[in-house]
């Protein structure tokens, strides 16, 4: 890696919002989390401005040492599939070395391009357009692909992996992290507790378990990993709180305090996150 800047926002470039709550020392404080130390590195107010949902980087750390993202060669090749903003993007070429195709489909490429060069990164993160099941790359094109918080939208059917995994190299990995269930509900119900929060799009929510046989049973990679964050609903609870508070954004925020009601009816009982690594076979 070459790039050793500890911040995800360009010098000189302002993004306090005008509704801020805190000063910087105090939400620099508020967010620095003993299990992300890289993550703890980038400015507090860019993570809140271009967050998507929940927080992004912290849950691309835990991803990385299953991944083995720290052992690819520099310069390796790397899908960061439904980016957003470009946070994760970032952080993959500025902590990892890795050239970064960052692909979103709602994210407009010209908008993420803006955020890159402000990083410095423009010789390193190649923002597109793409929707997920129409990937313009040949076969073998990448050494890795990572999604974070976005598979869950695209990939639970059958038969999307074996399509997706032709893009990596023979031997490359492919990780996620999606929102998920502990255990899969029993019936066609979901948890009494959740009942007055549920959204359809929530049954997209699925437990480790049921992802490893998703993956298993798709004949596309052996599955390397497919667990369950450890207080991962502490985590999203903490960053809903503050992207309610101090988001410039009112959408957003809004976004925020609906989580916020939710982790509190569920305190982990149910919903957190999974990662899940696969080897490309």
Known sequence: MTDNTPTGTPTGTSITPTSSKSSDDELASRLTHPRHPRSNRYDAR??????????????????????????????????DLGCGRAMTSVFLAREYGVQVTAADLWVKPEENAVRIAEAGLADRVLPVFAEAHELPFGEG??????????????????????????????GGRIGVVVPSLREEPAGDEPPEHLKPFWDPGFWAFHSPAWWRRHWTRGGAVEVEAADWQPDGWKDWLLWSEVCAEESPSEFMAGMARESVELMRADRGRSLGFARVVGRRL
């Open 141 to 170: 094109t990448f050494d890795a692909i990572v999604s974070v918080d976005a598979y869950q939208y695209f990939g639970t059917a059958d038969l999307y992996l074996p399509t997706l995994t032709r893009l990596l190299k023979p």
């Open 46 to 79: 860019w993570t809140i401005e271009n967050q998507m949902g929940p927080h992004a980087l912290w849950l691309l750390e835990w991803l990385a040492p299953a991944l083995g993202l720290d052992r690819l060669r520099p310069g390796a090749r790397v899908l």
